[in-house]
């Protein structure tokens, strides 16, 4: 878990950079410490041992912190992170009973719960408050014109570069892909997950470009916009919340990456990394059973005889 | 020694990057399995050397070092015993007989300590030094007899599998009717960790492990006979292909994988088949020995020697110095390490065996057998294990798991009791290869509920039998 929270560590400096020291690195504080506390005080209440040091609990506080606004108030973050541990952990019964990724289960409740203040971001650097991330940009702006305004286009390629309010753009997606591949290095994960998760994402919004690119924005955009890279490498990739089979990770991966374009262009929310790898968690089960490898020894016979190939 | 160290390095990691690269693909492998550090180097150049057996010294010789029903004692106390002669007859098919290792008395015929722990009938006999061959030991020339009397030789010699599975090898060879038998695979892999046996036999014999391949072939009447033997030995491969040149046996070296060296995972690598579940190697054509089971077999067709001494490593990091040593069955464990220059530090473990399949043994009074391969000892610091944690779903053990099978669904399933769930989930098709044990990130003893698994599964069975 320490390792993971290293690979975290250079979108997290780039985060406290662009949005201003102080606040980002409260609201990283006060999710890790909402987290922290509620592991510690539930084990101490239910008399269990207490499992801080393992890591997991200060990772799900960063998770989280990265997916709430840098300038969210400082009881936003730690009720965030209590929800995160206790109804998307603990009542399960701890680490590795978990069905849904604790920290996308926290941000989903803030979401929810405070709309406004969860989509309600700083501008990187210049940290003037906007309303609108790129993201709902577009939403807002197809659902009033049907299409994406010249406005709305000059701003998104801002996007890139990380002028847009709560995007980081090209670096942070630079950062996390750093992060995840020296994961991957590790085998602390593998790649199937991110990979059929980002490829299947670009392949649906590809083919939407390509068909109205006035009314569907780019692949690219998809790729460096929202959580889509920070989901792809830590939080799909979730031991506890994933299948166990590679097979079954590739599925999982192409079921996020489908369910979040979609749910990006048609759904009501203007992003859909969270909610995606939410449904796919819950179906892991269903997906470990179908894709139970075959055991060693149960190949068709021929001729009385197992032959590798045919 | 820092220079050692960077050279270790770089070494390990252009071995990373081959893989990564895929150059060690031409190699043939199987699917699922580990790279554990191989530990070799300790004892990889250290050649052979006799462990002796002074006048007065004591061997503890069990009846049952096989698999299948124990010898019956056929001496008493009191008797004197030549070297190779019999002193444990075999009871049924299954069974192999048991000779003395030395010469001497013979002081007791009691239960004695074996190195699981249990008390279980040995014959203890004090040599007289001497070492005295009994005289009715002869030798006959292979070529000049029918299988049957080859076999009979073998069964004579009580030649069990030395790779550690100890399963008599007169079974193994004799296929029930209408078993087509066209592969003869010899394992030279020994890719358990730290153990060097093989490869020294390899290195220092071959032509003894030829001609016993030869003989095999023989009585199996095979033509296609493959050695396969993991890539971190190159000189015993070069040795091994300079041998077989000419003699009809292949040389296949294979991929440095864990566990390369199961009898399954062997089969697929080498062949491609794969052993029907539930099934025997014999089911798809084939039949493995270990190459020191063929270097035995010469011995006992070529010169009669029956297996009272085998090759073994011992090594470890609470060993002075490791070295391989040719030990005489019955040998305490005590006297072995002493021979390598004794305990180094505070002695944690004692394992007999590999490290990821052997046993661990509950002193070092327990004699060796005819199926150690190797004594490891470790010291304290390296066999404490973490505390065990909830499984999180990692994956890894399912990836690493050579059959096939979902170990962390066992044992969730075992936890709860369910064996019948643990029999859906084919637990019966886990070769307790401790793939899954050593990978785990949360320290489950995952193994041990598999083996709990199987044999109540086993009893189960049996049970409904008798119904
Ligand atoms: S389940 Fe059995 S066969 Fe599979 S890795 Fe574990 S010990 Fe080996
Ligand atoms: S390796 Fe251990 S922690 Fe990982 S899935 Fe298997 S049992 Fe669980």
């Given at each position: 878990m320490w390792e993971v929270i290293g690979a975290l560590c250079p979108c997290c400096l780039l985060w406290i950079l662009s949005f201003g020291v102080q606040a980002s690195c409260l609201t990283i504080l006060f999710c890790v410490l909402g987290c922290v506390l509620a592991e510690a005080g539930w084990e101490l209440i239910r008399k269990q041992p207490i499992t801080v040091r393992d890591g997991s609990a200060v990772m799900t506080g960063i998770l989280l912190?990265?997916?709430?606004?840098?300038?969210?108030?400082?009881?936003?973050?730690?009720?965030?992170?209590?929800?995160?541990?206790?109804?998307?952990?603990?009542?399960?019964?701890?680490?590795?009973?978990?069905?849904?990724?604790?920290?996308?289960?926290?941000?989903?409740?803030?979401?929810?719960?405070?709309?406004?203040?969860?989509?309600?971001?700083?501008?990187?650097?210049?940290?003037e408050i906007t309303s609108a991330t790129p993201l709902s940009a577009v939403k807002m702006a197809v659902g009033l014109h049907g299409n994406i305004t010249p406005e709305v286009q000059a701003q998104l390629s801002g996007v890139f570069y990380g002028g847009l309010g709560g995007q980081l753009g090209v670096l942070s997606a630079l950062a996390l892909i750093a992060g995840g591949c020296w994961l991957i290095y590790r085998k602390i994960i593998t790649w199937h997950i991110p990979a059929s998760f980002i490829g299947s994402a670009f392949v649906l919004s590809s083919?939407?470009?390509?068909?109205?690119?006035?009314?569907?924005?780019?692949?690219?955009?998809?790729?460096?916009?929202?959580?889509?890279?920070?989901?792809?490498?830590?939080?799909?990739?979730?031991?506890?919340?994933?299948?166990?089979?590679?097979?079954?990770?590739?599925?999982?991966?192409?079921?996020?990456?489908?369910?979040?374009?979609?749910?990006r262009l048609f759904g009501g929310y203007p992003e859909g990394v969270a909610f995606s790898i939410l449904l796919m968690n819950s179906a892991t089960p269903i997906i470990d059973r179908l894709t139970m490898p075959r055991k060693f020894g149960a190949m068709p016979k021929k001729f009385g005889l197992v032959t590798k190939k045919g | 020694?820092?220079?050692?160290?960077?050279?270790?390095?770089?070494?390990?990691?252009?071995?990373?990057?081959?893989?990564?690269?895929?150059?060690?693909?031409?190699?043939?492998?199987?699917?699922?399995g580990l790279h554990p550090p191989d530990n070799k180097r300790w004892s990889e150049k250290k050649a052979i050397e006799v462990c002796p057996v002074a006048e007065g010294d004591e061997l503890v010789i069990h009846l049952s070092q096989h698999i299948g029903a124990p010898a019956e004692a056929c001496v008493q106390k009191g008797d004197k015993v030549l070297k190779g002669q019999v002193i444990g007859t075999p009871k049924g098919f299954v069974s192999v007989p048991i000779h003395a290792s030395t010469s001497g008395e013979v002081i007791a015929v009691e239960p004695r300590l074996d190195t699981a722990g249990n008390k279980t009938m040995a014959v203890v006999i004090k040599a007289d030094g001497k070492d005295e061959?009994?005289?009715?030991?002869?030798?006959?020339?292979?070529?000049?007899?029918?299988?049957?009397?080859?076999k009979d030789r073998i069964l004579a010699a009580g030649i069990v599998g030395m790779g550690g599975a100890t399963f008599p090898t007169h079974v193994k060879l004799s296929p029930p009717e209408g078993k087509k038998i066209d592969y003869l695979i010899l394992n030279g892999v020994e890719c358990e960790p730290y153990l060097t046996a093989d490869d020294r036999l390899m290195q220092e014999k071959p032509e003894e492990v030829v001609e016993g391949i030869l003989i095999l072939k023989r009585i199996l009447g095979v033509e296609k006979?493959?050695?396969?033997?993991?890539?971190?030995?190159?000189?015993?491969?070069?040795?091994?292909?300079?041998?077989?040149?000419?003699?009809?046996?292949?040389?296949?070296?294979?991929?440095?994988?864990?566990?390369?060296?199961?009898?399954?995972?062997?089969?697929?690598?080498?062949?491609?088949?794969?052993?029907?579940?539930?099934?025997?190697?014999?089911?798809?054509?084939?039949?493995?020995?270990?190459?020191?089971?063929?270097?035995?077999?010469?011995?006992?067709?070529?010169?009669?020697i029956p297996l009272i001494e085998r090759i073994a490593t011992v090594s470890g990091s609470a060993v002075a110095e490791p070295k391989n040593l040719l030990i005489k069955i019955g040998q305490p464990i005590s006297k072995l390490v002493e021979f390598c220059g004794g305990v180094k530090g505070e002695l944690g473990k004692i394992i007999q065996g590999g490290p990821m399949m052997g046993m661990a043994a509950v002193s070092m009074d327990v004699p060796v057998t005819r199926g150690t391969s190797g004594i490891l000892l470790f010291s304290e610091g390296e066999v404490i294990r973490a505390p065990e944690g909830p499984c999180v779903r990692c994956g890894n053990c399912v990836r690493a798991c050579p059959a096939f099978i979902m170990p962390t669904e066992i044992a969730f399933q075992m936890r709860r009791g369910k064996v019948d769930e643990a029999e859906k989930l084919n637990v019966m098709d886990c070769i307790e290869c401790g793939s899954c044990t050593y990978i785990c990130p949360a320290q489950i003893p995952l193994l041990q509920f598999f083996r709990q698994a199987k044999s109540a599964i086993r009893a189960n069975i049996a049970k409904r039998k008798k119904v």
């Open positions: 912190a990265l997916n709430v606004p840098p300038n969210a108030a400082w009881w936003m973050a730690l009720l965030g992170g209590f929800v995160a541990i206790i109804i998307g952990k603990q009542v399960f019964g701890g680490l590795g009973c978990n069905p849904f990724n604790p920290a996308l289960v926290g941000r989903t409740v803030l979401l929810i719960s405070f709309p406004v203040q969860m989509t309600t971001w700083v501008m990187p650097r210049t940290h083919i939407f470009w390509l068909v109205d690119s006035s009314k569907y924005p780019s692949p690219l955009f998809h790729m460096v916009t929202g959580g889509l890279m920070l989901g792809a490498f830590f939080m799909a990739t979730d031991w506890v919340t994933s299948p166990l089979t590679p097979k079954g990770m590739v599925v999982f991966g192409i079921g996020c990456g489908v369910l979040t374009v979609l749910i | 020694m820092q220079v050692q160290q960077v050279k270790e390095r770089s070494k390990a990691f252009v071995n990373l990057f081959r893989q990564h690269k895929g150059m060690n693909m031409e190699l043939k492998t199987f699917k699922g061959w009994d005289p009715n030991l002869s030798g006959a020339d292979p070529d000049k007899l029918m299988p049957q009397e080859l006979a493959v050695i396969g033997i993991e890539a971190n030995k190159p000189t015993a491969i070069e040795t091994m292909q300079k041998a077989c040149e000419g003699k009809g046996i292949e040389v296949c070296p294979l991929q440095l994988k864990y566990p390369q060296g199961a009898e399954k995972q062997l089969i697929y690598a080498v062949t491609g088949r794969e052993v029907p579940s539930g099934g025997l190697p014999m089911d798809c054509g084939c039949v493995v020995q270990n190459v020191g089971t063929a270097a035995a077999v010469n011995a006992a067709v070529r010169r009669g």
